[in-house]
Structure formats: C-alpha cells, structure tokens
C-alpha cells in the first residue's frame, strides 16, 4: 500500500532486494497511492474538496522523494488534472475514467523516479499505448490479442537489457484511443495478463498481509497462511469473498499462460497459487463466513471438499459438537460445500471448523 | 550511421523519442541503418550528444517535463542555439517538430531554412512553413541536394502524401474528404450523444482530442492547411487564404437533429477541385448512405478524383504516436538514401 514517499521509497527499496539483487528481471505494476482513487472518484462527481487532497497527498509525496524533475511532472499532470475537472460538470463513464487513470498516472512516475534514485535502469511504459480493452468503462475487459502485440514489441527490446519498465495498473484503451480502467482490483489483473500474455513465470501481488489467510483473522487469531492454492480454489475462495484476490485476474492465466501468483508482503509471499496443486495438497483451504438478512453461510473451499468423504468428515464434526445446520450445498464441479447456519451462532460454527479441519497439531 | 536532431519536444517528439529508442534496433536489422539522435531541443534549452543518445536515455528524455529537456543533466544545455547545436552533433537529418504558426511559419520556417542551407535534409511534421513557403523550400532543397519530407503532415496514419505524389500520370481532377481529427470528433459526439457543439468541444478537450486552444481546428485553419499542402504536392499551388473557410462553431444541436431526421449526417469536410482552383473548408450535409458518413471518432478520410479513377484513403488522422510513426518512416527514408550514397 502506498502512502507516502517513504512507501515508494521501500518499493524501489524492495525492488533492488528482492528481485532485481537476485537475477529477477521485474515488468513493475502500479496502483493509485492508496485512497486516491476514491478521491478521483468523487472528483468526478464534481466534489472540488476531494482534488485538493489528491493534489496535496501526491505532491508530498512528489516533494518528499525530492527530485526537481519529479515535483515538475506531478505538477503538470495535476495541472492537466485541475483544468479537465474544471471545464466540467458531471463525468459520464468515459470521463470518470479519465479522470481516475491519473491516479495511477502519478503513482507510475513517482515510482520510476524512486527507482531512478537508487540508479535502477527504471522508465515510464504507458499503460494507454500497451493495454487494449473494450469500451465497457468502468469495468473494462482486456483484448488479449491486441494487448499482446503491442506488448511484445515493447518487451522484444527490453528482454535482454537491464531496464525496469513500470507500468500503471487499473488502466487501458479502447482501440479508438479512449482511456478505460478494469474494475476494482484491476492492477492484479493487470499484472497477471502482462505475465500471461509474455510467459513470464511468476506474478507477485505486494499486499499488506503475507499471503491468503485461512479465514479472516479478526474473527478467528488463529488463523494460518494458506501455503498453495490452485487457480481454481483462488478463483472460488475470491467469489466467497476472500481478501487479495481479484477472479478476473485469473482469467489470463487460465486461458493463455499459467504463471505462478505469489501473494504476499515483501516481507514474505506467503501463498503461491499455480493451475494445479499435486494430489497430497488436496483439500480445504479457506473457511470463511458471510450473513445475509436472515442467516449466515459459511463456506468451505479447497479441492475435493465436495466429495462425499470430506462432507461426511465435516457432518460428523457438525453432529459429534451439537451444532445445528439449516442447510448444506455443493455444486458439481465446483470447489466448495456451504454450510447455512444460524446467525448468533454464525462466528462460534466457524471457530469450531477451523479449529477442527485447519488447527490440527 | 545517420545523426539526426528533433527540434521541438511536445507529444510528437516525446513518442518519436520513444519509437526510436523501442525500434532502433529492428531498424537497424530490417534495413541496415542506424538511427542516432545527437539532439534535442525544447523551447528553454537543448540536449546534446554527439555520439547519439542510448536507447534508455531516450526513453528517459521522453520522461522530462513540458520544456524541461534542459534538465536532463549531463547533456543538458540552458539556451537554443541552432548553430551551436549543428557545429557540435553534425546532424544528417532535422526533425523538426515545433508548433504551427500560420501567421509567420515562425519559428519553423527559419529552422527549416537554417537545416536546409546547411544541407541537412528535414523531416517536417510542422505544417506551417510548408503552407506559406512550400515553392521556395523545395528550391531550396534542391538546390543544396537535399530533401524534405513532410508525411506526417496530412493524414499521418496513412501514406496518403507518397501516394499522391507518386500519381505521376494521372491529372488530379478533385480532392475531397475530412482531414481534421478534433472537429470530426466533435461532430460524432453531437450525433452519437445529441449534445451540443460547446459540451463535444469540452468532452474533447477532456479526452485530450482537441488543444486547450482549439481555434486552428474549429475554424477550419488546420484543415484548409493540409488542402494547400495537397495542392502544392499535386502542383496546384493554391494558397491558404485562397480556401474559403466557415468555421465549425457556427454548428447548432438542432441542426444536427434535423439532419439526422431527414436522413442525413453532417461532417466538416474539405473541398478542392482542381480545375477551376475552387477550394473550401465547410460544414456539409451528406446522406447516411455515403462512405464519408461512416468516418467517424478521430478517423479521417481523402476521396482523390483523377482522370483514371478514385482512392479513398481512410485512417487515423491525429495523435502523438501515429503522427510519430510517420516522422519514422521519412527519418528512414532519408536514411536509407544517405546510406545507399555512402556505400
């Protein structure tokens, strides 16, 4: 998550360390400094207060990595930022987006410039020249054919050369030239086409925590790191609600290339996530709890978890503890069972399944 | 090797900058040419490098602020001095990419001028000099040997200029079409969105399409501009004050509806025919049915009359890249020629 300049700063940092020290040679996905785009948004919307805080959050930031050449960019694009937002009223969709890719925008040169200042060979890539999209604005989907070619021509030159393209997240362009952003969480997919779309091997997502979490651990402290996950669990884990994994971003790598998705912190990527996961891997991998108005279900993802003898295992935990359940559920071919329970009792069923099928020794 | 300097850094030099820097090297294996750039300059200052910039180098002057190729240290110089600039890099070729101005060329025409008496052929994506002075700039050239090519000029995208002037025995008898990016963008938003001229004209700007100063397109200047530099391409030698004008602003939504009612679309088109020197920039009505009709967004397109038949040229008229690409290709060419010579 980036903040303030000393994040950027332990970005490039980070960069030296973990990837390029170690014969890495990364292709660098931006997002927005953090909560900029949410004030874009509102920029669009036509709230002037929210700019002034885009404006000065990106300028301290700007000011605190101190480059001459730096403060004068981000005063440019904020300029160009200002006048777009005054010349109208209210954005329609095309606009909004527009408007919301200079969050990324800024965050790209700040983050080339950071790197520049360690003497790493970083530059601009824009987002708009490589990244093609349909016109669906706001939560645009990636034309891989056209994408990968004018990646290609990008990445035939910088392959053998020690450059470190960055690059925006979130952003992209219709065919005719008009600015689109993927949806939320779209620097994953991002991230995961460029991969896909190259035959990079792996993708690294840099979140706040070290990689999925077995449940949520504000509910349940003992929660643990998932280790490995296939794409098909992470796929189902996410439409559950897991945090740090966007189901679009799967798409590429199931339909073009299967890189492997490491999530993590720069501390530790905690969770790897290829296509397949060997057969001893098999088996729950996320729990996690939902309510609705009337009840809360709780899910339970993994590969296999539908068959009849892990139901079985987790009716005999249900019946052996004396919790009652409304209703159970799986899907052919899909990763899951779901277990409706009542809501008071919601948090304590998924205490005892996590204890039960994640905790033991 | 082929030396070459761009003078003038806005959104077209930044992109040949990066263009060359990303393709040199497939350049160099397609055709045998090497492309260095031993200079650039803004309107504040210059870069200069008399062995030719680096590919990263290049990537990281396309980085540098609006007027700020001064700051990009160690080549970094805080004046524009054409002359101090030539006797240090030796250019072969003159890239000159400054903004339009129609009232005096300036200051392109005298930075064509100094390229062309110091025999160093230019690559001009500015259009000005060419629509004031295109007779003499060509005697010019000819006269020290060298050349100028200006492809970029009208219709970018496409290779609309080399073709025409390769119409070596066919007679042009008409040139029509839509030959502005940012007023045919206006137009199709009014159509596709029913709004009215003022808020097409700001959604374009927004969107980066049209300039902050956009009176060179609404009024028709850039579009009668690239007519007169056809016109000098075929022979014709009209000038711009002989195309009658009317500009695009006098467009009201309800004529748009009325239009769309009867079958009907506008578009802003330009109009040359040959023989009785007629020639005008001008708000049209033309039915749906017509291949102009379905030019639409920032597309452009030229229908070329000849005593043979007709080309219809159809393609993307401005923005940074393409107008780039365009730069590149005559670069090459020019390249390709001083190499052949050398060998």
């Known amino acids: 998550m980036l903040r303030s300049g000393k994040d950027y700063i332990e970005v490039a940092e980070k960069v030296r360390d973990v990837f390029l020290d170690r014969g890495f040679r990364p292709i660098i996905v931006v997002s927005a400094s953090k909560g900029v785009t949410d004030l874009l948004i509102q920029v669009a919307k036509g709230h002037r207060g929210a700019l002034d805080e885009v404006e000065r959050r990106y300028m301290d930031i700007a000011l605190e990595i101190g480059s001459a050449k730096l403060i004068r960019r981000v005063e440019e694009e904020l300029k160009k930022l200002r006048r777009i937002t005054k010349s109208i009223e209210e954005a329609d969709a095309a606009l909004v987006d527009y408007i919301v890719s200079y969050g990324e925008r800024i965050s790209k040169i700040i983050t080339v410039q950071a790197l520049e200042n360690m003497n790493i060979h970083a530059f601009e890539l824009d987002a708009c020249s490589v990244i093609i999209t349909n016109d669906v604005h706001g939560d645009a989907v990636i034309d891989y054919p056209a994408t990968a070619v004018a990646l290609e021509k990008v990445y035939s030159v910088i392959k053998d050369r020690n450059y470190v393209p960055v690059i925006e997240g979130f952003i992209g362009r219709t065919p005719n030239g008009i600015v689109t952003t993927l949806g939320r969480g779209g620097s994953d997919y991002t991230a995961t086409a460029i991969a896909a779309l190259l035959k990079l091997d792996k993708v690294f997502l840099v979140t706040d925590v070290e990689g999925v979490m077995t449940t949520d651990p504000d509910l349940v402290p003992t929660a643990k790191l998932v280790r490995y996950m296939s794409y098909v669990e992470a796929l189902e884990a996410s439409m559950y609600g897991t945090k740090g994994i966007n189901p679009k971003a799967f798409e590429p790598l199931e339909k073009i290339f299967s890189s492997k998705v490491l999530i993590g912190s720069w501390r530790l990527f905690g969770t790897t996530i290829s296509r397949d996961i060997p057969e001893s891997l098999r088996g729950p991998k996320v729990i996690m709890i939902k309510d609705t108005v009337d009840y809360s279900y709780i899910a339970i993802v993994g590969e296999g978890v539908s068959e009849a003898k892990f139901v079985r295992d987790v009716l005999d935990i249900v019946i052996s503890r004396g919790i009652e359940i409304k209703g159970l559920q799986s899907h052919i071919h899909r990763p899951s069972i779901v277990l409706y329970v009542d809501k008071e009792q919601g948090v304590d069923i998924l205490k005892i399944l996590h204890k039960a099928l994640f905790e033991k020794g | ?343």
């Open chain 2, 1 to 343: 090797m082929v030396r070459i300097v761009v003078v003038g850094f806005g959104s077209v030099g930044r992109a040949f900058a990066r263009i060359v820097a990303l393709k040199k090297r497939a350049i160099e294996s397609r055709y045998g040419v090497t492309l260095n750039v031993v200079g650039i300059a803004d309107s504040k200052g210059m870069a200069l490098k008399s062995d030719g910039f680096s590919e990263y180098e290049l990537l990281k002057l396309s980085e540098v602020p609006r007027s700020g190729v001064n700051m990009f240290s160690p080549y970094a110089h805080n004046f524009v001095d054409l002359g101090y600039m030539y006797d240090h890099v030796q250019p072969d070729i003159h890239v000159e990419l400054t903004p339009s101005s129609y009232v005096d060329g300036e200051p392109g025409l005298s930075n064509i001028l100094f390229a062309l008496n110091r025999r160093t052929h230019v690559v001009t994506a500015n259009k000005a000099p060419l629509v004031l002075r295109y007779g003499e700039l060509m005697d010019i050239a000819k006269k020290n040997s060298v050349q100028i090519r200006f492809r970029s000029t009208v219709m970018g995208g496409t290779p609309l200029i080399d073709t025409v002037m390769s119409l070596r025995s066919e007679d042009v008898e008409r040139i029509e079409g839509i030959l502005n990016a940012t007023t045919n963008f206006i137009l199709s938003e009014m159509h596709d969105k029913l709004i009215d001229f003022d808020e097409a004209l700001k959604r374009a700007q927004v969107l980066g399409i049209a300039e902050a100063d956009p009176s060179l397109d609404i009024e028709g200047v850039d579009a009668a501009a690239k007519l007169v530099i056809l016109s000098h391409v075929i022979g014709r030698n009209i000038g711009l004050n002989d195309v009658r004008r009317e500009p695009l602003s006098k467009i009201r939504l309800r004529d748009v509806v009325e239009a769309i009612k009867e079958g009907f679309v506008i578009k802003y088109m330009v109009h040359l025919d040959v023989q009785r020197g007629d020639a005008w920039v001008r708000i049209v009505r033309i039915p749906r049915s017509d291949a102009f009709a379905q030019i639409n967004g920032t597309l452009n397109a030229v229908r070329i009359r000849t005593d043979t038949g007709e080309i219809l040229f159809v393609g993307k008229g401005g923005g940074g890249i393409e107008t780039a690409h365009s730069v590149l290709d005559d670069v090459i060419a020019i390249a390709l020629s001083i190499e052949g010579g050398r060998r």
